[in-house]
């Protein structure tokens, strides 16, 4: 259910397969890429004939039982639709261009055949392919790279987390702030929506760096009130975005 908030909050260029052009035209708009093309693979012409077509009944279970992929999906398409609202001729000019060159990158030979697993695609084959792109105008494309690179979203952080236990009245674990893991993570210690303690990490945890984390000083110990009976859990501070193992934990339990 967290997804659907996550995909504005932290992804910075959303996309579906249905218009690759598109995804990867947005993706260029907002890193250091390019050039928005791609390599077909799989390619199937044509449906076959003895195709089944699902039952009103099949579908219709099919779509509830993927209900939260297609909220996503929906989603995401809406903010696609938004950005391409947004942004005007500028992305529609460049989106346009993009699909022709695209267009006649795919008339060229399997480029899979061009390519190992070991040195990827052959040199005069990507040569082959840069000639063909190089023989269209890329100004619109460039001006809208231009253009999404002057308008970048901010993201929000990404963080990281566990509660190892709780013992003689306090809650410890670790905590990193994946996007600036130089800064301290403020935590909360919730008993349903109220916050009953605060504290940050920051004490020195060196198995934390030692499993791939990008600091040493995650660690978090947070007194608890001595009067909380009732279950707790432990959150980033000011977000519903709860650490791993947070709860419900209760005064008392432990881990040896």
């Known amino acids: 259910m967290c997804a659907t908030p996550h995909l504005p909050q932290h992804i910075g260029a959303v996309g579906v ?106 040199d005069a084959f990507l040569s082959k392919v840069t000639s063909v792109i190089r023989r269209f105008d890329l100004a619109p494309v460039n001006a809208y790279l231009d253009y999404a690179r002057s308008r970048q979203p901010v993201l929000a952080d990404m963080f990281d987390g566990f509660v190892d236990a709780v013992h003689n009245g306090v809650v410890s674990g670790w905590a990193v702030n994946l996007s600036h893991p130089e800064q301290q993570v403020a935590l909360e210690v919730r008993v349903g929506a109220q916050v009953v303690a605060c504290g940050h990490s920051g004490e020195y945890r060196p198995d934390v760096a030692s499993a791939g984390y990008p600091t040493s000083y995650a660690g978090f110990s947070i007194p608890m009130p001595a009067d909380i009976t009732d279950g707790f859990h432990v959150t980033i501070a000011n977000s519903t975005e709860s650490l791993h193992n947070a709860g419900i934990w209760r005064q008392g339990w432990h881990c040896a």
């Open 17 to 122: 397969c249905e218009d690759m052009s598109e995804f990867l035209l947005r993706l260029c708009g907002m890193s250091g890429l390019q050039l928005p093309f791609y390599f077909e693979s799989n390619r199937t012409r044509g449906s076959s004939k003895d195709r089944n077509h699902l039952s009103d009944e099949a579908r219709l279970k099919f779509l509830d039982d993927n209900r939260l992929d297609y909220e996503i999906f929906q989603n995401a398409t809406q903010m696609i639709k938004r950005h391409a609202n947004e942004s005007g001729r500028v992305f529609s000019d460049a989106l346009e261009r993009v699909k022709v060159i695209q267009a006649a990158i795919n008339q060229l030979e399997n480029p899979y055949i061009h390519s190992s697993m070991v040195f990827g695609f052959d």
